[in-house]
């Protein structure tokens, strides 16, 4: 059974900093792309950042140059610094990974479970 944990929300002034994490465990064979999440009340979720297995990477216009995604794909880890932060991106964020199972020839998406970001004075 395949998991995701993320890590590292909580409450951060405007123009602060926050960096997330997420975890993947399990029964692994390979992990392609890897992505942060967001919904804020009332809005559907959006893409924020994703990145490849070959470290190709995609951003939100509305986060290029204040979030940076990075993985470690010897742990299986995935991670978001946010800088510059403002109110508007308070959301809950959510890691998505696409993963191939061991024993497995599919791939699927898997969520976590969420970590709430708050930025407010």
């Known amino acids: 059974q395949v998991q995701l944990v993320e890590s590292g929300g909580g409450l951060v002034q405007p123009g602060g900093s926050l960096r997330l994490s997420c975890a993947a465990s399990g029964s692994i064979f390979s992990i392609h792309i890897l992505g942060w999440y967001r919904q804020a009340p009332g809005k559907q979720r959006e893409l924020v950042a994703a990145?490849?297995?070959?470290?190709?990477?995609n951003y939100a216009d509305s986060v290029k140059g204040r979030f940076t995604i990075s993985r470690d794909n010897f742990k299986n880890t995935i991670d978001l610094q946010m800088n510059s932060l403002e109110p508007e991106d308070t959301a809950v964020y959510y890691c998505k990974a696409n993963i191939r199972e061991s024993g497995g020839s599919s791939w699927y998406d898997y969520w976590g479970q969420g970590t709430q970001v708050t930025v407010s004075s």
């Open positions: 990145i490849t297995s070959g470290g190709a990477t």
